[in-house]
C-alpha cells in the first residue's frame, strides 16, 4: 500500500498494481451496495424508515459539498508539501522549515477529518430513532455479505437472537409435554444448562445447586403459564434463562463488558466512530446508501430527470447573465441536492472550471501560516 501511495504522489499510478488496487476499490463499492440491499431486505425497512435514512445521508452529502472545494484546495496543498518532502528525504535530507510546513499541512489535514466527524456524530443521532431495538440487534450482529445469511431471510427470525429463538423452541417443547412427563424433562434441561455453564467456566458444587435451583423454577413457571401470558413473556423469559446465571465470574465478565460499552458510549468520537457503531458504517455512508436506497424507494429516474432540469436552468442561466459567483453557488446546490446523478457531476465540473478562473469564489478550508 506504501508503495502505491508514493507511486501516486509522483504520478506514477498506471502499473499493474495500482489499476488492480483501483478495480478492487470498485468492487468493493459494488460489494457494499450489495450487502446494504441484503441487510434492508433483511430489516423489512418501511418505506417512512428508508426515506428517513436518506435524508439523513442527502444531508450529510450536503454538507459534504459545502467544504469540497475548501477541503480539495487543501488537499492540493497537502499533495505538493508531501511531494516536496518525499524528494528531500529519498536523498537523505531532513530540511527544518520544510518540515515545519509539513507538520503544519498535516495538522489541517487532520482538523478536516474531525470537521466532518462532527458532523456524522450529530446525523448518528437522529439515525439511532428511525430503527427499533429489534433491528438494531440485527444489525449489531450482521457481517457483510453478497448472498444473504438464512437467518436474514426470514421475517419471522430478524430481529430475534439465534439462541432466544432455540430457547423459546425448547420452552414450547417442555409445555407441550404431558404432565407426567414435565418434571423429568426439566430436571434434564437444567442439568444441560449447568453444564452448558460449567464448561465455559468451572463452577463450585454450591453454584451449581444455587443455579440448578434457579433453572428449575424457571422452567416449572413456563410450563404453568397459560398460552397468552406465555406468548406476551415469552422472549423475557428467554433473556433471563441466559442473563440471570448465578455464577461470579459469568458474572463478572458481563459487568465488565457492561462498563466498557459505557466508557465507549460517553466518549462520542468512539460512539459514532464507523469502525465502531455498525449503524453508522452502514446507513450513514453517502455514497452508498443514497443510490441503493433510490432503487429500493423506486425513484432513481425521478432524480435524474429532476437534477438534469435543475442543471440546464442553471447553465442556461449562466450563459444568459454570465455572474460566475452565482453560478457557481448555483452549481454547488444541484451538487448537493442531487448527488451521484450525472447532473450531480456536470455540476461540480462546472463549479471545478468557475473555480479555475476566479480562485477567490473557494472561502472554504485552508492552511495558515
Not at 458532523?119 to 448472498?147: G, H, M, N, S, Y
Not at 427470525?157 to 423429568?184: E, M, N, T, V, Y
Request: charged share 35%; aromatic share 6%.
Amino acid at each position: 500500500m506504501a508503495v502505491f501511495v508514493v507511486g501516486v504522489v509522483l504520478g506514477q499510478d498506471n502499473g499493474a498494481s495500482a489499476r488492480m488496487q483501483r478495480k478492487e476499490a470498485e468492487l468493493s463499492r459494488l460489494h457494499q451496495k450489495l450487502s446494504l440491499v441484503n441487510l434492508i431486505n433483511g430489516l423489512h425497512m418501511t418505506k417512512q424508515q428508508m426515506r428517513k435514512v436518506y435524508d439523513l445521508n442527502l444531508r450529510l452529502e450536503g454538507e459534504t459539498v459545502k467544504q469540497y472545494f475548501g477541503v480539495l484546495r487543501l488537499q492540493e496543498q497537502v499533495e505538493r508539501t508531501w511531494q516536496r518532502w518525499y524528494e528531500e528525504i529519498v536523498k537523505g535530507n531532513l530540511p527544518k522549515d520544510l518540515m515545519r510546513e509539513v507538520e503544519r499541512v498535516d495538522q489541517a489535514h487532520q482538523r478536516c477529518g474531525y470537521m466532518m466527524r462532527s458532523v456524522v456524530r450529530k446525523l448518528a443521532k437522529e439515525l439511532e430513532a428511525v430503527f427499533t431495538d429489534a433491528q438494531k440487534e440485527v444489525i449489531r450482529t450482521f457481517d457483510p455479505c453478497t448472498v444473504p445469511p438464512k437467518d436474514m431471510r426470514n421475517p419471522v427470525r430478524a430481529g430475534q437472537s439465534p439462541s432466544h429463538d432455540k430457547i423459546i423452541k425448547a420452552f414450547r417443547w417442555l409445555r407441550g409435554l404431558p404432565p407426567f412427563r414435565r418434571a423429568a424433562a426439566i430436571n434434564w434441561a437444567a442439568e444441560k444448562v449447568v453444564n452448558a455453564e460449567d464448561r465455559l467456566d468451572k463452577l463450585t458444587d454450591e453454584e451449581k445447586e444455587k443455579e440448578r435451583q434457579r433453572v428449575k423454577k424457571l422452567l416449572w413457571k413456563v410450563v404453568r403459564m397459560k398460552d397468552v401470558d406465555f406468548e406476551l413473556e415469552k422472549e423475557k423469559l428467554a433473556k433471563q434463562l441466559v442473563e440471570e446465571g448465578t455464577h461470579e465470574g459469568l458474572k463478572k465478565k458481563a459487568k465488565e463488558l457492561e462498563k466498557l460499552s459505557q466508557e465507549l458510549a460517553r466518549t462520542l468520537e468512539a460512539r459514532y466512530d464507523p469502525r465502531v457503531n455498525r449503524l453508522v458504517r452502514f446507513f450513514l455512508n453517502p455514497s452508498v446508501v443514497i443510490p441503493v436506497l433510490r432503487d429500493k424507494l423506486g425513484i432513481t429516474e425521478q432524480v435524474e430527470k429532476e437534477a438534469e432540469e435543475a442543471f440546464r436552468k442553471v447553465k442556461e442561466r449562466l450563459e444568459r447573465e454570465g455572474n460566475l459567483r452565482e453560478a457557481f453557488d448555483a452549481f454547488c446546490d444541484v451538487a448537493a441536492k442531487y448527488p451521484f446523478t450525472k447532473a450531480a457531476k456536470k455540476a461540480l465540473d462546472s463549479a471545478e472550471d468557475i473555480v479555475k478562473k476566479m480562485p477567490d469564489v473557494v472561502s472554504g478550508a485552508s492552511v495558515r501560516k
